[in-house]
């Protein structure tokens, strides 16, 4: 009924910079909240940065002043601009979302996309 599809991961070196997308679609009421969160191996999933339904962003203590967090509400796209990148931001990015889905009644689920990999080389 929902997917949330990403794009935008690769290799970088040390200092450099990626722009990750997700857009969500199907049979979308709504977005509540939306974020990205990254899982490095051995580790758990955790939120980078995320945006509520009101427009009000936050973000990691490790990427603040590093990350920024944007959305274009008419694709329901999420896009983080990932600046001075650094080997431990190496990880599976995974973009998350609360979508109310357009049933009767109304209902809202967590949804995940697929991840995407992102590796800083030194």
């Known amino acids: 009924q929902v997917q949330l599809v990403e794009s935008g991961g690769g290799l970088v070196q040390a200092g450099g910079s990626l722009r990750l997308s997700c857009t969500a679609s199907g049979s979308i009421f709504s977005i509540n909240d939306m974020g990205w969160y990254r899982q490095a191996p051995g580790k758990q999933r955790e939120l980078v940065a995320g945006l509520t339904s009101g427009g009000s962003a936050n973000y990691a203590d490790s990427v603040k002043n590093r990350f920024t967090i944007s959305s274009d509400n008419a694709k329901d796209t999420l896009y983080p601009q990932m600046n001075s990148l650094k080997p431990e931001d190496t990880a599976v990015y995974y973009c998350?979302?609360?979508?109310?889905?357009?049933?009767?009644?109304?209902?809202?689920?967590?949804?995940w996309g697929q991840g995407t990999q992102v590796t800083v080389s030194s």
């Open positions: 998350g979302a609360v979508i109310t889905i357009a049933t009767v009644p109304l209902r809202a689920y967590r949804y």
